[in-house]
């Protein structure tokens, strides 16, 4: 589920959220950043993914802690049992 809903609902939200950003704005640059380390576990920082999407759920979910917390403990997992980028390379993805 992971890696066919969870993990391309993120994608899909933050190149939504990318198209609608000014161009050359840092927040376009930051998400593309995020986008790039969700995708690729070698460059992977999960403390700058995991502050980044924090905001995000902070402002999207507002006052809605648990959502917010249920998000992060599948963000938490993604991050240490993915990576789109090797599996790609190996012929699975």
């Known amino acids: 589920l992971l890696e ?3 993990l391309p609902s993120l994608f ?3 190149v ?3 198209n609608a950003a000014s161009p050359e704005s840092e927040e ?3 998400m593309l ?3 790039r380390m969700l995708e690729d576990k070698s460059g992977r920082n999960n403390e700058v993914v995991k ?3 924090a905001k995000r759920w ?3 979910f507002h006052g809605q802690r648990d959502i917010q917390a249920q998000l992060m403990s599948h ?3 993604a991050l240490a049992h993915t990576d789109w980028h090797a599996e790609r390379q190996a012929g699975d993805g």
């Open 75 to 77: 963000l938490d997992y």
């Open 28 to 30: 376009k640059l930051a």
């Open 4 to 6: 066919q809903r969870y």
């Open 51 to 53: 502050q980044y999407m």
């Open 58 to 60: 902070s402002e999207k």
């Open 16 to 18: 939504k959220a990318m």
């Open 33 to 35: 950043r995020v986008m």
């Open 12 to 14: 899909n939200g933050l």
